[in-house]
């Protein structure tokens, strides 16, 4: 069984795509017997991505910060539902349940989580596997722009290795499920 923290969008003003990737993915999610913890919204991909793992069997934790509980967009058909103090506190036990992190399209909030993660493992906090699902591309400028940190000596070429780049569910899976970790050096280690 794995525990899949995914980082995506609460916007319901997305192309339809990218819900119906969070769907599918959310229903394998279920029926492989895995677990999902995510931003713990019932609005946009991650409410579709909530609601597919339920219906296919799979457990659900939702983890969000109080003021986004108490403006009404809480999922509260989560197996369980945690109501952290702030962003600081959902983030710290997103990454402490995961056994993997994916990063689906989404805005913001998705790329600041996934650059954290990214961090955390190119420092040595943790080594799980980290997936970025690129739908149609998604990814591609964000991908551009690490190529730039590589190119300019921001950030070394060796740390490619800290993520996985897949554009369909099927690699997604494959990825996690045959991961053996990294042989990349921490930072400064």
């Not at 795509?17 to 394998?28: K, S």
């Not at 997604?172 to 499920?177: G, M, P, S, Y």
Request: one cysteine or more; aromatic letters at 10%; proline letters at 4%.
């Amino acid at each position: 069984m794995t525990t899949f923290t995914v980082y995506t969008s609460s916007s319901d003003a997305i192309d339809p795509r990218y819900p119906q990737v969070a769907a599918t993915f959310g229903r394998r999610i279920g029926e492989r017997g895995d677990r999902l913890v995510y931003g713990g919204t019932a609005v946009g991909v991650m409410g579709v991505l909530a609601r597919a793992v339920r219906e296919a069997g799979g457990h659900v934790t939702g983890v969000l910060p109080r003021l986004m509980h108490e403006r009404g967009i809480a999922d509260e058909a989560c197996d369980e539902l945690l109501v952290t103090d702030g962003m600081s506190d959902r983030k710290q036990h997103m990454v402490a349940r995961a056994d993997a992190f994916v990063a689906l399209p989404g805005g913001f909030g998705t790329l600041e989580e996934l650059l954290e993660v990214l961090t955390l493992k190119q420092l040595g906090y943790h080594d799980k596997p980290i997936v970025l699902l690129n739908v149609d591309g998604f990814y591609d400028p964000l991908l551009a722009f690490f190529e730039e940190l590589y190119d300019t000596a921001f950030a070394a070429p060796v740390y490619r290795a800290l993520y996985a780049v897949v554009s369909d569910v099927d690699a997604l899976f494959a990825h996690v499920d045959t991961y053996a970790g990294t042989s990349v050096p921490a930072k400064w280690a």
